[in-house]
């Protein structure tokens, strides 16, 4: 545990998975990596676990290095990328990240039992789609899931 209390009755954010979705889908996965790092936040916050964080923090900068340098080469390069696209160092990353993440929720306080499938192929959206659970009964009072 870390020198920082956790506190198990922080919520998660209530972002309704299909927001996520789409956001991943309309950035061409940035916002699933952003997502992936506010529920890193909000796991430390609750558990005091860091590694994910850590983790996705990394992959994040990563993607957004990747993506900024393929930029630089002109916008059509995110379309019709060359060799050096994904490199599989990044997809290492990916695959690490979203796997310790699903160990840390499968984790006190929260016990997830969380599928390595789903886990693998839409990790951001799938652990928010399992998060929806996370206090339920609790009315947020705001619209659209925000």
Not at 63 to 74: F, K, N, P
């Amino acid at each position: 545990m870390s020198s920082i209390e956790a506190d198990s009755t922080t919520e998660p954010s209530r972002l309704h998975w299909g927001w996520v979705l789409l956001g991943s889908f309309l950035t061409f996965g940035i916002f699933g990596a952003v997502w992936l790092v506010v529920v890193a936040v909000w796991v430390r916050r609750t558990s005091g676990r860091w590694v994910g964080l850590a983790l996705a923090s990394v992959f994040l900068v990563s993607i957004l290095g990747t993506t900024s340098a393929e930029l630089l080469q002109g916008p059509w390069h995110l379309f019709h990328p060359g060799d050096e696209s994904q490199p599989g160092w990044e997809t290492l990353l990916w695959t690490v990240t979203v796997f310790t993440m699903r160990w840390e929720l499968a984790q006190q306080p929260f016990q997830f039992e969380l599928g390595w499938f789903m886990t693998f192929l839409f990790g951001p959206v799938y652990f928010q789609y399992r998060l929806a659970d996370w206090g339920m009964g609790r009315d947020s009072g705001r619209p659209l899931g925000l």
